[in-house]
T-cell receptor, first 116, second 109 residues
Framework: GAVVSQHPSRVICKSGTSVKIECRSL??????MFWYRQFPKKSLMLMAT?????????EQGVEKDKFLINHASLTLSTLTVTSAHPEDSSFYIC????????????FGPGTRLTVL | GQNIDQPTEMTATEGAIVQINCTYQ??????LFWYQQHAGEAPTFLSY??LDGLEEKGRFSSFLSRSKGYSYLLLKELQMKDSASYLC??????????WGAGTKLIIKP
């Protein structure tokens, strides 16, 4: 089946630094990639939707200057958390979609970010 | 390796009850999620189980048996809007999310 990878799987950083998370679709082309944040024991919160070659669409309340998203190719999207703070510590999950309405999204394994 | 199994597709009748099973083999366990996802939309959180037993929320209930590596999602009084994919996901000992492939539920009148 379709596979989506994320790198790194876990990252610990100091407050004020920036962290880049990669999301790759390994065996299909993803026209659209979604970035989610998961709060402990709660639902996934959609942060932004990125279409290859265009600017990401951010959900209300998500700071686009803090969470930089780039979708430069059909198999790679990156999320950069800039000037990370402890409250940014969370589980970040991406999913990839071919863009065909009948196709499902395929989710990555997530990246656990801890900001000290 | 790590694995989560759930049926690919199920069909049920409006007003009936359906149980969607999920079995998992993961390195460690830190909780199991059920999500509902309609085509082209973001998934919606349904439940989170970390202890054995049944948790009920309205028409939806979720059950967990850690010793058996088994969970199920029970949907009662099915409505047409319940037609969706249902995703089972487990957090392993490294806090990685392991996703099932999802069960497509088709509700017929």
């Amino acid at each position: 089946g379709a596979v989506v990878s994320q790198h790194p799987s876990r990252v610990i950083c100091k407050s004020g630094t920036s962290v880049k998370i990669e999301c790759r679709s390994l065996d299909f082309q993803a026209t659209t990639m979604f970035w989610y944040r998961q709060f402990p024991k709660k639902s996934l919160m959609l942060m932004a939707t990125s279409n290859e070659g265009s600017k990401a669409t951010y959900e209300q309340g998500v700071e686009k200057d803090k969470f930089l998203i780039n979708h430069a190719s059909l198999t790679l999207s990156t999320l950069t958390v800039t000037s990370a703070h402890p409250e940014d510590s969370s589980f970040y999950i991406c999913s990839a979609w071919t863009g065909t309405p009948t196709d499902t999204q395929y989710f990555g394994p997530g990246t656990r970010l801890t900001v000290l | 390796g790590q694995n989560i199994d759930q049926p690919t597709e199920m069909t049920a009748t409006e007003g009936a009850i359906v149980q969607i099973n999920c079995t998992y083999q993961t390195s460690g366990f830190n909780g199991l999620f059920w999500y509902q996802q309609h085509a082209g939309e973001a998934p919606t959180f349904l439940s989170y189980n970390v202890l054995d037993g049944l948790e009920e929320k309205g028409r939806f209930s979720s059950f967990l048996s850690r010793s058996k590596g088994y969970s199920y999602l029970l949907l009662k009084e099915l409505q047409m809007k319940d037609s969706a994919s249902y995703l089972c996901a487990v957090i392993d000992s490294n806090y990685q999310l392991i996703w099932g492939a999802g069960t497509k539920l088709i509700i017929k009148p």
